[in-house]
């Protein structure tokens, strides 16, 4: 048993690269951006903790327990049956099973995943979920997120002064939008505590740090913690902050293509997950993206309202590039990459401030 265990430690300190502890990691406590999504005054808050956060957590989200319950009992049940039952739906290219190899370019983790695509308002045929029940939970789920982009896009836009109100939420979930949307499943088992025993102040990498590259993504987790985002005081110094779990609530996080939108007003935030010592972790992230061709460049309007009376109005921080364009170049990327970096016209202003 020992051996086995050592041998297991041994191989997984080959394959898993390490995340250092921060020198400060601290809980949000009460200061964790929260918003009602059914209060007055809801697409102001929206706007405030996408703009000081780059993320926020949904409460009043109006989804249904069961729709979350079937689909996470689906993954539970998915990521527990036999390695080669899972291996006949991988390995992830990018859609299907995977794990620990995230992406194409040597990146890993402590989780194994099942990525799909959606077309429209329900999973692709191109990656076919792997049992009925999966599919029929998941689709049942995709309907949910999407209502649930649709509120916080256009609570984006009104909170913004941007019209129409869909003017953001209809490139993701507009009728008939070829959108880019994904669904992705991930179980991170926990972390032997040997291995940790065997690197003091180390703890293996779940999820290296990265940003998601579409507008917005909407992730449910179960009660085992592991989800940090990096905050950034005003000298530019960033710092790890656990977000407790609750799984009767969800968080948006900004997307590249969202901060690109609103040229940079709101971050997409460097987000990580690190393996629970004890406890697996169950997350289910639904990520919306436009389609293919659409022009990712900050709204004309937000670029005329930002300039002052008589002044020519504001230009934009980036590049031009298409989402087709932007999701090349990011699946050639590691996952770590500042993927925007080459888009900038000139630096951003600092981000995230310490709560
Ligand atoms: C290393 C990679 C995995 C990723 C594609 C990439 O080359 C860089 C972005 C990664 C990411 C992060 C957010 C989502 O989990 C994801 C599905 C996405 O759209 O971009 C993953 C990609 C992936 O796991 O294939
Ligand atoms: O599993 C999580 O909690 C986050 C995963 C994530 O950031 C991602 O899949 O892009
Ligand atoms: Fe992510």
């Given at each position: 048993m020992v051996v086995l265990a050592k041998q297991a430690a041994a191989a997984a300190l080959e394959q898993i690269s390490l995340v250092r502890s921060p020198s400060v990691e601290d809980n949000f406590g009460a200061g964790l951006p929260v918003v009602d999504l059914a209060a007055d005054g809801a697409a102001r808050e929206v706007v405030r903790a996408c703009e000081r956060f780059g993320f926020f957590k949904v409460v009043s989200h109006g989804v249904g327990e069961g729709v979350v319950?079937?689909?996470?009992?689906?993954?539970?049940?998915?990521?527990?049956?036999?390695?080669?039952a899972k291996d006949a739906h991988g390995p992830a290219s990018p859609f299907g099973y995977g794990s620990k190899r995230i992406g194409r370019n040597g990146d890993m983790?402590?989780?194994?995943?099942?990525?799909?695509?959606?077309?429209?308002?329900?999973?692709?045929?191109?990656?076919?979920?792997?049992?009925?029940?999966?599919?029929?939970?998941?689709?049942?789920?995709?309907?949910?997120?999407?209502r649930m982009a649709r509120t916080v896009l256009e609570m984006v836009a009104e909170g913004l002064g941007v019209a129409p109100r869909g003017a953001?939420?209809?490139?993701?979930?507009?009728?008939?939008?070829?959108?880019?949307?994904?669904?992705?499943?991930?179980?991170?088992?926990?972390?032997?505590?040997?291995?940790?025993?065997?690197?003091?102040?180390?703890s293996p990498t779940g999820f290296g740090e990265?940003?998601?590259?579409?507008?917005?993504?909407?992730?449910?987790?179960?009660?085992?913690?592991?989800?940090?985002?990096?905050?950034?005081?005003?000298?530019?110094?960033?710092?790890?902050?656990?977000?407790?779990?609750?799984?009767?609530?969800?968080?948006?996080?900004?997307?590249?293509?969202?901060?690109?939108?609103?040229?940079?007003?709101?971050?997409?935030?460097?987000?990580?997950?690190?393996?629970?010592?004890?406890?697996?972790?169950?997350?289910?992230?639904?990520?919306?993206?436009?389609p293919l061709e659409q022009r990712i460049a900050p709204l004309r309007q937000l670029l005329v309202a930002g300039a002052g009376d008589g002044e020519e109005e504001e230009q934009s921080r980036y590049e031009e590039f298409t989402w087709g364009e932007y999701k090349k170049a990011a699946y050639l990327s590691r996952l770590g990459d500042n993927r925007l970096a080459p888009f900038h016209r000139q630096p951003p202003p600092v981000a995230n401030p310490l709560v």
């Open positions: 319950g079937r689909l996470e009992a689906e993954a539970v049940r998915f990521f527990a049956s036999p390695q080669a983790g402590w989780l194994e995943y099942l990525l799909l695509a959606i077309d429209g308002a329900s999973l692709s045929r191109a990656s076919p979920a792997p049992s009925p029940s999966l599919r029929d939970a998941a689709n049942e789920y995709v309907g949910a997120m999407r953001l939420a209809d490139m993701v979930v507009g009728d008939g939008a070829a959108s880019d949307q994904i669904l992705r499943l991930n179980h991170y088992p926990p972390c032997p505590p040997l291995l940790q025993n065997l690197m003091p102040n180390c990265h940003t998601d590259p579409q507008l917005i993504s909407i992730l449910h987790s179960n009660s085992t913690s592991g989800l940090q985002v990096a905050l950034h005081d005003a000298g530019g110094d960033h710092q790890w902050v656990t977000v407790p779990p609750d799984p009767a609530s969800f968080l948006v996080i900004v997307g590249d293509s969202l901060q690109v939108m609103t040229n940079g007003r709101m971050r997409s935030v460097r987000h990580r997950v690190v393996a629970n010592k004890l406890k697996s972790r169950v997350s289910m992230i639904y990520f919306g993206g436009p």
